[in-house]
């Protein structure tokens, strides 16, 4: 098991940034991939980004790419997603995941899940 918990959301003006931190626990967190998601209201979950195991290996989603920087530091257990010129259209609940072989885009492909931070952000 890992357990995944999310920090640093909040509301922003429109420009402005955040950086979500993810801290895993329970298992050994370098061997795992990690995405973020997140979900707006009324809408289904959406890819924003992963980074795999090593770090070597990331992608964004095409509405944040330029904006948005996924990082981690495996001696500290912890993914970060950077956040800057946030849009109002980034308002959602984000969520981190994590899966011991799959890295890529698909919600439904990663075995654990955070419960979330609300990210608003004020046009």
């Known amino acids: 098991q890992v357990q995944l918990v999310e920090s640093g959301g909040g509301l922003v003006q429109a420009g402005g940034s955040l950086r979500l931190s993810c801290a895993a626990s329970g298992r050994t967190f370098s061997n795992y991939n990690m995405g973020w998601f997140r979900q707006a209201p009324g809408k289904e979950r959406e890819f924003v980004s992963y980074i795999t195991w090593s770090g070597g290996s990331t992608s964004y989603a095409d509405s944040v790419k330029g904006r948005f920087t996924i990082s981690r530091d495996n001696a500290k257990n912890t993914v970060y997603l950077q956040m800057n010129s946030l849009k109002p259209e980034d308002t959602a609940v984000y969520y981190c995941?994590?899966?011991?072989?799959?890295?890529?885009?698909?919600?439904?492909?990663?075995?654990?899940w955070g419960q979330g931070t609300q990210v608003t952000v004020s046009s």
């Open positions: 995941a994590a899966d011991g072989r799959y890295w890529g885009q698909r919600v439904g492909a990663y075995d654990y």
